[in-house]
Structure formats: structure tokens, C-alpha cells
């Protein structure tokens, strides 16, 4: 074994996350461009033999390709090529369009733009976890030679610094030496193949590779180094090696014998595919524990690959009250809307919910389902209308319950102040008192990180949710017998209002309004809509798509934006 063990330098104690100081400034651009890519690949889904149609989502994939790159993220590049490649593939007929490869690219496009959400929500950089996706890409396009290691990059910054010590060889010495060992090497190898001693095999060859590492020059002991600690692992590992393993000594011992031969260091690729190696192995030796500490090598692994059975509870936890959540919020609609017996539902559904939240260890997140449950027993043993405030803060409170199952891994201690005074909001909106919180402390929070991130969040809930407004508006009005469809909006319109209420902008709240009493006038009527209020309507609702863009991007007086709209629906902009 080597006797100059590496030192690290301050200099090396570099980045352990990744910063996301620039993908904050190109990630809505980002996923404008995916949005569009998404949308040709469904027009072209719909018109599969238009070869032209799906070639105008290459330069969208270009520029989010382009964008990663130039923020430091090329390893997902490999990802956003992989799609180019199919698209490219379909545009030339070479792939045939199927359902399954149209939904391959939906979903790897919903894979990319998750990464990248994550990555602003404080996730680690773990390229690995869109292999599978970058493998499907890349078999419909005709390859079959894909590789966990081309997403797994290890920080080499974080390289400990190695000195020469009194073992250490050079020129034909050295050359000497690796020929003498590579003979060791190969023995060891050939017993490993033939017998079932496994640890035996790799207690020997961590012998040989030990004295390769001690007699190699410091600028070309890297590899070594490494290679020591795997053959250690796995002489004490209780599971016999796979393939993959074994294919890894075979590489080393071609190593061996290409530097023996006078070769240069070794590649960045079998460095990789070392530490991955590593990486999945138990750090319970010592040099296994240094490779592992030095390159933070379980960070680098997707999340499946290092789940504890407590992990897999919660994320079970999650699915369970995700998917009742979105019947809860149907049910309060129903109770904002004259419902008496929705009361009853809302009451039963809310109880349950809360037991199972119980089980979660965050505080707040239990005291959020706490309270739902507290406003459904209220309102079942004093039946009621909730009326417009207590409607608006459950909705809101709905609405941060959902995010919080979305982003559950990243809740910090912003999370407990928020959710706080959403809790007092609810429980003053009960009572019939004033709503706490001011406008002042709402801005104040604004500008932390974590609140710009949430603020992202709810953006992009309203957002979709106004895109479907509109849409189903746009057919209405070119076909009034589309009528029907309209009052499909109620729920979307009232998650809105509850998003908006957390924003605290009172203008939006109050143009909110306004698009939602001419959406229920054009419900109760009859025959086309009034041409003025369409594009009242049409008005509200894209100057509130525009405020809440100009907040996900950090804008200063966004209700601003606002005045056109309000002035033109004659309501009076909020004193500031």
C-alpha cells in the first residue's frame, strides 16, 4: 500500500451543489422552449405524416440544449441531444411515429423540465437520475450502447493532491515494475474467472494495485489510487461480483499493460467507470471511505438507488394524500357553491386526510391538515355558507397543502412561517374577524430565495390554470353551443383566487373577480356573447397571465401591469 497518503488543499474544497444563480435567469426560457418542442411533437402525434411539422421543434430543443450548456449543466445536454436525435429520426422517416414513441418524448420532455424545476427547488445535480429516460431516447433512435456512466460525473475538482514518496518509479523502473505486475495481476484474474473465491481473487489483486499505486509519479497516480480502493471493496464484499465488475478488471489489467507499454495517463472514462463502481458499494473499508468522502459519491446516485425503507413510506404517504387532495378540492368547490350535502363529504374527507397526515414528521405540514379537518367538523356541526373569505383561505390552504406534497423533500423553515399565517388566516376567516398578514410582509419574504421558488410554483399552478380558462373561452366564443364547457372553469377559476390570495395583490384578486362574474354571466345566458365582454374577458384574463409571469421573473410593480385591464373594466387600482 502506498506509504504517501493524499492531502487535500483548500483549493480543492470546491462546489458541493450547484448553483443555480444562472439557470434562475434562463430556466422560464428553458421551459417556454420545452413547452413548444411539447406542443409540436403533439401537433405532430395528430398529423403523423407531416415530416416538416415535427422539424420546427429542433430549434426549440437547440436553444434549451444551448442554454444548458452555457450554464454549466452538459452532462443533461446528452439528454436534450438524445431527443434531437429521435426528432431528427422522425423527420426523415426513419422512426415511425407510434403512440409509444410520441409518448416517449412527452415524457422525457416532463423528465427534463422536472430536473431542471428540481434543481431550482435546492435538489442535487444527479445527471444519473434521467438515465432511463436518455436510454429509451436513444434506443427508438437506433442505439443500443448506452451507459449509466454517460451520466455519472463525478466532480473531479475535489481530486485529493498527491506527492511523491520514497516508493515512487519512473521511466523504464517503472515500466519494469508494471510489467512484473500485470503477470500478478493477470493470475489474479484468471482465478477469479475460474473459481468461486472470489475474495480471494480481489484480496490479491488489491495487493498488486496497492504497489502500482505507491511507485506512480503524482500526476499519474489517480487512477491507481481508486483502483485500490475497489479491489478492497470488493475482496470484503459479501455479494460475489456481476459482470460489470469483472469487466472492470479486465479493463485495468489493459491498463496495466498500456502504460507498461509507455502509455499516457489513464481516460476520464475508466476513471468513471471505477468511481461508479464505488459508488455503489458500501464505504466500510478505509479506502473505500476516502473515495466516497472525496467525491461525495452518494450524492451523485439517484434517488432510488439510496432509498431507506423510511423514504419509501413517505414517498407512499405522499401518493396517497396526493391523489385525495385533488378530490378534497372538488368537494370544497362544491361547498363554495351552495352544496349542503358537499359539507358532509368535505368533512368526512378532510378527517381522513388528517389522520393520515399524522404520520409525517413535519410540524407544520401536520398542522395544515389539522386545520382542514377543524373547518370541516365546524361547518358540519354549524352548517353554512363558508362565505367568500373562509372559501378563498381553505382554497389557499388546499392549494399550499398541494405544493407541499409536490416539494416535500425541499420544505424548509420558510415553509412553518408561511403555512403559520395561512393557518391564522383560515382560523380568523372562521371566526368572522380580520384576516393577519400584511402586504408589506408578504413583499418582505419576496425576496428571500426560497420564497422566489415558491412564488415559481404557484406561477406555474396559475398559469396552467389560466391557460385552460382560456382555452375553453376561445371555443366558446367561436361556438357558443360550447356553452356547456364553461362551467368546467368554476374549479380552475377558484384555485386561482386562491393562489392569487397568497400572492396578496389585491388588484389581481379584484380582476379575478371581474373574469369570474363574466364567466358566470355567460353561463346563465343564451345565444353568442356579448362581443364587449369577450374581450373584456379576454383582457382580464391575459393581463393576469402576464402579472403572474413578470412575478416569476422577479419584477418589480407588477400590478402595473395590471391597470390597462382594471381601467378598461372600470375598477379603481388598489391605494398603495
Not at 472470489?198 to 491507481?224: C, K, N, T
Not at 398541494?402 to 403559520?420: I, K, V
Amino acid at each position: 500500500m502506498s506509504d504517501t497518503p493524499p492531502k487535500r488543499t483548500e483549493a480543492l474544497a470546491v462546489k458541493d451543489e450547484f448553483d443555480i444563480g444562472p439557470l434562475m435567469w434562463v430556466k422560464s426560457e428553458m421551459q417556454f422552449a420545452l413547452t413548444r418542442a411539447d406542443e409540436g411533437v403533439s401537433q405532430f402525434g395528430a398529423q403523423p405524416g407531416d415530416h416538416d411539422l415535427i422539424k420546427t421543434t429542433l430549434p426549440h430543443l437547440h436553444q434549451v440544449t444551448g442554454a444548458l450548456r452555457m450554464i454549466g449543466l452538459e452532462p443533461i445536454t446528452l439528454v436534450s441531444g438524445a431527443m434531437e436525435k429521435v426528432i431528427e429520426a422522425l423527420s426523415k422517416g426513419a422512426v415511425q411515429p407510434s403512440r409509444d414513441v410520441i409518448s416517449a418524448l412527452h415524457g422525457s420532455i416532463k423528465a427534463l423540465n422536472r430536473y431542471i424545476e428540481g434543481l431550482v427547488q435546492g435538489e442535487r445535480h444527479r445527471p444519473l437520475a434521467l438515465y432511463q429516460t436518455y436510454k429509451a431516447l436513444l434506443a427508438i433512435a437506433g442505439s443500443d450502447s448506452t451507459s449509466p456512466i454517460d451520466l455519472f460525473f463525478p466532480d473531479f475538482s475535489r481530486t485529493p493532491e498527491f506527492v511523491d514518496g520514497p516508493s515512487t518509479r519512473s521511466g523504464a523502473a517503472l515500466k519494469s515494475l508494471l510489467a512484473a505486475k500485470r503477470m500478478e495481476f493477470q493470475k489474479s484474474l484468471l482465478h477469479l474467472l475460474r473459481s468461486p473465491e472470489y475474495q480471494q481473487s480481489f484480496a490479491h489483486m488489491y495487493g498488486v494495485l496497492s504497489e502500482i499505486d505507491a511507485a506512480q509519479p503524482s500526476d499519474r497516480r489517480l487512477l491507481w489510487w481508486i483502483a485500490v480502493g475497489f479491489a478492497e471493496g470488493l475482496a470484503k464484499s459479501p455479494k460475489p461480483p456481476g459482470a460489470f465488475q469483472k469487466q472492470l478488471c479486465g479493463r485495468l489489467d489493459q491498463e496495466i499493460k498500456r502504460q507498461a507499454d509507455g502509455g499516457d495517463k489513464a481516460s476520464e472514462r475508466l476513471l468513471r467507470e471505477v468511481l461508479f463502481a464505488i459508488a455503489y458499494m458500501t464505504p466500510d473499508t478505509p479506502r473505500v471511505r476516502e473515495i466516497h468522502a472525496a467525491y461525495r459519491l452518494l450524492h451523485l446516485l439517484p434517488p432510488a438507488a439510496q432509498e431507506s425503507p423510511e423514504t419509501t413510506r413517505v414517498k407512499v404517504l405522499l401518493a396517497d394524500i396526493q391523489s385525495q387532495l385533488e378530490a378534497v378540492k372538488e368537494t370544497w368547490l362544491s361547498v363554495t357553491t351552495g352544496s349542503n350535502a358537499g359539507l358532509f363529504q368535505f368533512a368526512n374527507e378532510t378527517a381522513q386526510l388528517n389522520n393520515f397526515a399524522q404520520s409525517f414528521n413535519n410540524k407544520a405540514l401536520r398542522a395544515i391538515f389539522a386545520k382542514l379537518a377543524e373547518v370541516g367538523h365546524n361547518l358540519m356541526n354549524n352548517p353554512r355558507d363558508p362565505g367568500e373569505a373562509l372559501g378563498l383561505e381553505v382554497a389557499t390552504l388546499l392549494l399550499r397543502a398541494r405544493d407541499a406534497m409536490d416539494n416535500y423533500s425541499q420544505l424548509g423553515p420558510n415553509f412553518n412561517t408561511m403555512t403559520q399565517t395561512a393557518v391564522l388566516r383560515v382560523n380568523a376567516a372562521m371566526k368572522g374577524r380580520p384576516l393577519p398578514g400584511s402586504g408589506a410582509q408578504i413583499v418582505n419574504m419576496r425576496r428571500t430565495a426560497h420564497e422566489r421558488q415558491l412564488f415559481s410554483q404557484l406561477g406555474q399552478e396559475i398559469t396552467n390554470n389560466l391557460n385552460q380558462i382560456e382555452e375553453t373561452l376561445d371555443a366558446f366564443f367561436r361556438d357558443p353551443a360550447k356553452r356547456v364547457e364553461l362551467t368546467k372553469l368554476l374549479s380552475p377559476i377558484k384555485q386561482v383566487q386562491g393562489a392569487l390570495a397568497i400572492l396578496e395583490s389585491r388588484d389581481a384578486v379584484n380582476l379575478m373577480q371581474a373574469g369570474s362574474d363574466l364567466v358566470r354571466k355567460f353561463i346563465g345566458a343564451t345565444g353568442p356573447a356579448d362581443t364587449k365582454d369577450a374581450e373584456l374577458t379576454a383582457e382580464a384574463f391575459s393581463h393576469l397571465g402576464l402579472f403572474v409571469l413578470a412575478i416569476q421573473q422577479g419584477y418589480e410593480n407588477t400590478d402595473e401591469i395590471l391597470k390597462p385591464a382594471l381601467e378598461r373594466l372600470g375598477i379603481a387600482l388598489t391605494p398603495k
